[in-house]
């Protein structure tokens, strides 16, 4: 069992934790549940500009997609960043990022131009995971991480909630165009929070001691590396692109092993000996993503085409799902804490199974009952995901912990762009709720067993064992790849 599997004795709030604590935390969760406002936009108003650009309901899937597919890099570029200079920088420039963005969204002229600036939202966005989560993680103290991991992530779904409600607010009475550039107004507070906040306390020690960080951009785009990584990412987001695009299943299988093969290309050259955990790690984000977002990113078109709600009870609908989600990911995060984080992980996911089938049985008419069921679903299985930047984040040393929990988080995230092209396709023979359910079950499923074994850490010391002497050279400052995982 893992150290960060030990039973905790109960958390003494106001004992642990300093103004500075707090303060710290407060400008974190603000800018996360600004991310979640501004990237929760798209599905809200993906019926409407459906129906503007005359797209099918698969191919408007893909604007969903589009931030995926640019995530992958911004985590890696945004989160060596944090490492090489430090977690708040990064924090605000994903911030402008994502917010430049969102208000370019809103200007689109037609299919492609929306994908583009989505692509620059997701830039932003993998930014912010990286960096918020390894501030918030780097400055509280050691035993209350997951608490304070599952705390930061309950802002997203607020986030996304307040951008349900301003949905229901403007687009029946303006355009959608609005809504996209309403998102820059939220984003002006966190940033004049995060200019005034100190560094995140773990990694200006490790400055002070004069502990040079990994980055990744160094290793991957200086010297002779970039003849190869260059041509290899370009391979990678050429085939992400394609495979969007509606491609025969004999093609799709053949661009994800070239997708597949690209990323563990980069891996190694960028973990060098880690890169067991970093691969182990990424396919572990990327089954998340595939229970969790197909219902994220497709639930607010099941409800406006199969149970015909309004954009009102679409907005109530959504309010249920964001709460139970924040209060998930804070009790998910309590629970780490107390009882070690895979066992919370895993716990309120298998729990989260019970809630899949009758969400999707309800018919119309049960507005109440659905309410319910989905605060607790969306609760159980997304607001697990709490304790996953802790998770992550524990396998990695300090010099090359932003960078490696952008680059396999949001790697991983790819599951989320294909999440709702996977949902719509599957919508098309069985219904749009039957798809939802099923991925949602299968996925759980899996990242049950992932998690529950620790399949990353397993990859990892195997490989170790495999190979002594290479064990013995670290990449970095820190421990042993073998005393972090």
Known sequence: MSTHDAVAPPLRWRAELSKQDWKAFSAAWLGYAMDGFDFGLITLVLTEIAKEFHLSTVTAATLVSAAFVSRWFGGLALGSLGDR?????????????????????????????????????????????????????????????????????????????????????????????????????????????????????????????????????????????????IPVCLVAAVALLVVLRNQSLAVTLLLVAVITACFVALSVRFAQRLWPVVVGLMVTVFCAFLYSWPLQSLLPTYLKTDLHYDPAQVSDALLYAGFGYAVGSVVSGYLGDRFGTRRAYVSMLIVSLAFVYPVFALGEGHTVALWVLLFLLVGTSQGASGVLPS?????????????????????????????????????????????????????????????????????????????PAATAKPVTAEASASEKV
């Open 85 to 229: 200079f430090g977690r708040r920088p990064a924090m605000v420039l994903s911030i402008a990022l994502y917010a430049v963005g969102s208000v370019l969204c809103g200007f689109s002229w037609d299919y492609w131009s929306l994908f583009a600036f989505r692509m620059v939202v997701g830039l932003g966005m993998a930014g912010e995971y990286s960096a918020s989560a390894t501030y918030i993680i780097e400055s509280w103290p050691q035993r209350m991480r997951n608490t304070a991991s599952g705390m930061l992530l309950s802002g997203y779904p607020l986030g996304g909630v307040l951008a349900a409600k301003t949905y229901a607010w403007v687009v029946p009475h303006t355009s959608w165009r609005v809504l996209f550039w309403i998102g820059i107004l939220p984003v002006i507070v966190a940033v004049y929070l995060r200019r005034r906040l100190p560094e995140a306390t773990e990694w200006q020690q490790a400055k002070d001691a004069g502990e040079r960080p990994v980055s990744a951009t160094a290793l991957l785009f200086t010297g002779r590396s970039r003849l190869w990584t």
């Open 391 to 467: 998770y992550i984040s524990s396998h990695y040393p300090i010099g090359m912990r932003a960078a490696a929990l952008g680059f396999s988080y949001n790697v991983g995230a790819l599951g989320g762009a294909a999440a709702p092209v996977l949902g719509a396709k599957i919508a098309e023979p069985l219904g749009l709720g039957t798809s939802l359910a099923v991925l949602g079950l299968a996925l759980t499923v899996v990242v049950v067993l992932l998690v529950g074994f620790d399949v990353p850490a397993r990859l990892q010391r195997a490989a170790d064992l495999r190979h």
